[in-house]
């Protein structure tokens, strides 16, 4: 239907049409004793550590809604390139978002020139897209990865300011996490001895943070590859509930069965055929 | 990068009173079109990002432009830009889907993706334009 009020196709990108109304919207919620639903955050410990043959990043794995823990699985480490992994903590929703796009392009990339991105790239195209959008994008991230120049470790806030620094925790559990990080870090750990390390951090964020919680998640990056282990340690208080509730079949039984096979008749055939030149 | 695009905000990249304001004959607002006006909605924008999103890419487009004549002087720019005209020329009507390849070959968009991309795509709007409206629009009878 052709509507006569528009006069121009819209641009694409973000739409700030509704600003106002869900202002008001808010406004009039709030006076009614009922609130906005809150977007899914994942109040997270997140850790990295980079050692003698690669990076070690480590998560843990509970998203929560306001109060509620809306995911005890939650997936935190997504995968950039197949040398590179990151970690999110912030809104999920941008985390996810953004890490796909940044995927995406460096995919792109390494199509184009046929060579693997670097950490640097990768780094460099998510601040410029976290400064455009000046921290509304609630994304704080952090970037491993193994590349011809080496390992490397790099934090990206949401307000694009980035740091590259060998250990690493970002999150509402990070204080926890960096405490650990900065009493038993050493430069060129060995891979097992790190992965201990970053185990502990995020273990201590997990205690001590109620935005963090259940298992918790490593991923290993070496020049041979990546080792994404999930999850490395479960929660000893996982309960016996499964996710699926699947029948067996057969559980229902069958009292009575009627076919009524559908009878078709060709009418017609024409063959067409497709100029392929 | 997009380090300096602040102060382009302040000064010409777009009149304050071009919020989306429609203007009909005699420079009155076309309340027929756009319903009634109210003075907050139309100067204030709503949101932090709405301005600098809207000149996003004039603002980019000015730096990139301004850096490359410094260093390689002004042919450089201007023969640019004038293929940049070129390209802009050749879409279909407005109330058609034009694919901008040409254009987008130019810019680089098309080895990259952002949420120009993904998000509000024009191929798949809601809301489609009534053909004459539009022409008359773009030609400035309007």
Do not use: W
Not at chain 1, 192 to 212: Q, T
């Amino acid at each position: 239907m052709a509507l006569s009020n528009v006069v121009e196709t819209p641009a694409s990108g973000f739409n700030f049409e509704n600003v106002s109304r869900n202002v008001a919207l808010e406004g009039l919620l709030e006076g009614g004793h009922t609130k906005a639903p809150k977007p899914m955050k994942t109040g997270t410990t997140i850790a990295g550590v980079v050692c003698k043959d690669g990076v070690v990043l480590g998560a843990d794995t509970r998203a929560t809604s306001g109060e509620v823990v809306a995911d005890k699985m939650c997936a935190k480490i997504h995968y950039i390139s197949p040398n590179m992994y990151c970690c999110g903590a912030g809104t999920a929703a941008d985390t996810e978002k953004t890490t796909d796009l940044l995927s995406s392009n460096l995919t792109i990339f390494s199509m184009n020139s046929g060579r693997n991105p670097r950490v640097v790239m990768a780094v460099n195209i998510l601040q410029d897209m976290l400064f455009r959008y000046r921290g509304q994008i609630g994304a704080s991230l952090i970037l491993g990865g193994v590349d011809c120049t080496g390992n490397h470790l790099y934090t990206v806030g949401p307000y694009g300011s980035i740091d590259n620094v060998p250990y690493l925790a970002m999150g509402s559990g990070d204080l926890a996490a960096l405490g650990i990080l900065e009493d038993r870090f050493k430069p060129n750990m060995e891979l097992e001895e790190a992965k201990e390390l970053v185990r502990d951090a995020i273990h201590s964020g997990i205690m001590s943070d109620l935005g963090s919680g259940n298992n918790i998640d490593i991923c290993v990056i070496t020049k041979q590859g990546v080792d994404y282990i999930r999850p490395y340690q479960e929660s000893e208080y996982k309960d016996k509930r499964q996710r699926r509730y699947k029948y067996r079949p057969g559980t229902t039984s069958i009292l009575t069965e009627k076919i009524v096979p559908l009878e078709l008749e060709v009418v017609q055939e024409t063959v067409q055929r497709m100029d392929t030149a | 990068m997009n380090t300096r695009g602040l102060r382009s905000q302040l000064k010409d990249s777009v009149p304050v009173t071009g919020m989306g304001q429609q203007v009909g004959a005699y420079g009155v607002q076309d309340t027929l079109r756009s319903g009634f006006s109210s003075v907050k909605n139309e100067l204030l924008p709503s949101h932090a990002l709405e301005l600098s999103e809207k000149n996003f890419q004039l603002n980019q487009d000015k730096m990139n432009f301004s850096n490359l004549r410094n260093i390689q002087g002004l042919h450089a720019p201007l023969k640019l830009q004038m293929e940049y005209r070129a390209a802009r020329q050749i879409q279909r009507l407005p109330f058609l889907q034009s694919s901008h390849l040409a254009l987008d070959t130019l810019k680089g968009n098309d080895e990259s993706i952002s949420f120009e991309d993904i998000l509000n795509d024009p191929s798949q709007s809601e809301m489609v334009g009534e053909p004459h409206v539009m022409m008359e629009y773009k030609l400035g009878l309007m």
